[in-house]
């Protein structure tokens, strides 16, 4: 008896099905994240731009899933402890798919979890809190 293997491919998600996922997300933020981040809008690029990776001396830019690019400094170093239309949350598609692959996780989690680390960092919770809004939200 001949058997075959059959494998089942499919393409890997697009900027599209990622957006359609981080809008999503945003939505069902924790409680605490949603009152600064009305206005905060959400892009998906596929990696870092040269001056990004400089910027945040990058060894790799695989490294950087997400990034907050504040649009505005209310002064110099000072910046708005609540996003603004300026703000953009950045998703670096190639670097969240290269970590889905590795981990093997479901990918709604892991872009969850890097957007509300991001974010709340961003908004400088301490640590503790971030840790207790991934134990509540990022499951």
């Known amino acids: 008896m001949n ?13 599209d099905d990622l957006t359609v996922m981080a809008n999503q997300i945003m939505e069902e933020l924790p409680d605490e994240l949603v009152e600064q981040t009305e206005e905060l809008t959400v892009e998906i690029e596929e ?6 990776e400089a ?17 505005k400094q209310l002064a110099p170093g000072v910046e708005s402890k609540q996003a603004d239309a300026d703000d953009v949350l950045v998703l670096y598609r190639r670097s969240i798919l290269d970590l889905w692959c590795e981990r093997g996780e479901d990918l709604t989690h892991i872009i969850r ?11 400088e919770f301490p640590e503790e809190d971030i840790d207790g809004m991934l134990l509540r939200y990022a499951a």
Do not use: C, H, R, W
Not at 3 to 15: A, D, K, R, W
Not at 47 to 52: F, I, N
């Open 3 to 15: 058997q075959q293997i059959v494998l089942n491919f499919s393409t890997p998600p697009s900027s």
């Open 47 to 52: 990696l870092p731009d040269e001056a990004t």
């Open 55 to 71: 910027d945040l001396e990058l060894e790799d830019p695989y490294d950087l899933l997400v990034y907050y690019k504040a649009g």
């Open 113 to 123: 979890e890097a957007m509300i680390e991001e974010i709340a960092g961003y908004f």
